[in-house]
């Protein structure tokens, strides 16, 4: 399903090193919001509710967030072919649960592709489309790009398709959803995290958006088994549950990403 290049695959784990490097740009530009201080889930979520009393739009927030994921994945996905691990035209993997993150990973998807390079999104769900609104509206949206490909993983079986040549793709961008509420992940989130776990083990970077999956952003509950990314980004401010030393080893590097809030939705940032 993955069209693979016409040369042989490089693998081999890139360092956390080389990824630092690749990202390094973009972090130092947005350190700022790296150093603030950390909050919860349910703070966070009360700055983004004050933004919107401000009179800011939903569609504002998600496209700020749209516009920083796809700069810094489209960073990691350069970085990995200039580094002759990945072949030039190489897609970038989504792996799309259906919580909000999905939005947030389908709309930096659209931005992606719109700047040239191929996407592969895989849909990890029941259902023909993503179940939260906004990942539903960016979905339809990437219908009409033609350098964007989408796909429906229910189960294992059809994650299989996607097994060889994943190791050529320049990037998994995760978006399963770090809830660890469930004793068992459902199964369209298991085949998720089985592509995750290859692609790692074959060398690919993986960018989780908000937290990697089995990683729950609200309690930092963390699920036996979840792959971990290299790194993961998050909005406005760094997350508590993102910083513990157990976490840390799920998280990989962590960036935190300004969003284009009214200035009075979070004074203590100013």
Avoid: Y
Wanted: net charge positive; proline share 8%; aromatic share 2%.
């Amino acid at each position: 399903m993955l069209k693979r290049p016409s040369r042989p695959s490089v693998r081999g784990v890139m360092s956390p090193e080389q990824i630092s490097a690749w990202v390094a740009p973009v972090a130092t530009r947005w350190r700022k919001h790296r150093n603030l201080a950390p909050v919860s889930m349910a703070a966070m979520r009360g700055i983004e509710a004050k933004a919107l009393r401000l009179g800011h739009t939903p569609e504002q927030l998600l496209a700020s967030g749209g516009d920083a994921i796809a700069e810094l994945a489209l960073a990691l996905a350069k970085g990995r072919i200039a580094s002759g691990a990945a072949a030039p035209g190489a897609p970038v993997f989504i792996l799309a649960g259906s919580g909000a993150e999905s939005a947030l990973a389908l709309e930096a998807g659209l931005r992606i592709a719109a700047a040239g390079t191929p996407i592969v999104v895989a849909l990890c769900g029941t259902r023909a489309r993503p179940e939260h609104a906004a990942a539903s509206a960016a979905w339809d949206r990437l219908e009409s790009l033609t350098n964007a490909r989408r796909f429906r993983v229910p189960d294992m079986r059809e994650a299989a398709h996607f097994r060889a040549g994943i190791e050529d793709v320049a990037l998994v961008m995760e978006a399963l959803g770090g809830s660890t509420d469930a004793i068992v992940p459902p199964v369209p989130t298991q085949a998720g995290i089985d592509l995750v776990i290859r692609a790692r083990a074959a060398g690919v970077p993986c960018l989780a958006i908000t937290a990697p999956v089995g990683l729950d952003p609200e309690t930092g509950s963390r699920r036996r088994g979840a792959p971990g990314a290299d790194v993961t980004i998050t909005l406005h401010r760094p997350l508590i549950t993102l910083l513990s030393e157990t976490s840390r080893k799920l998280v990989g590097e962590l960036i935190v990403a300004p969003l284009d809030l009214p200035r009075d939705a979070d004074t203590l940032a100013q």
